[in-house]
């Protein structure tokens, strides 16, 4: 929460602690998972990709929107299958997660 906070305050450099850092010498491991903290945010969450993410809050407005046409576009999918029963018995929803699932494990890290 504190490297997020740091981002959205337009911080210059961030550097997240080990959650052991206060009372030893971190492991490799767990300055890994410290590590890992910025590459989601800057990967996954992109914040770091524009200069003060909340200022006049473009980006925000045009994340919103992207997601709401994506939400939207799903509806309409369920939809055409007959609402969420008809979804459910043509394992529309157990496919889109599986198929979510595969995407996520191909780009893991």
């Known amino acids: 929460m504190q490297a997020l906070y740091a981002i959205y305050d337009n ?55 992207l997601v709401e046409e994506a939400v939207l576009l799903e509806f309409d999918r369920i939809t055409e299958r007959g609402g969420v029963l008809g979804a459910m018995e043509t394992m529309y929803q157990r496919s889109k997660i599986q198929e979510s699932l595969y995407y996520e494990t191909l780009n893991a890290w």
């Open 11 to 65: 911080c210059n450099s961030l550097h997240t602690n080990a959650y052991d850092e206060a009372i030893t010498t971190p492991t490799r491991r767990k300055r890994a998972q410290a590590m890992a903290i910025q590459l989601i945010i800057n990967r996954e969450l992109g914040l770091a990709k524009n200069e003060n993410p909340l200022q006049g809050s473009f980006i925000i407005e045009e994340l919103t929107e």
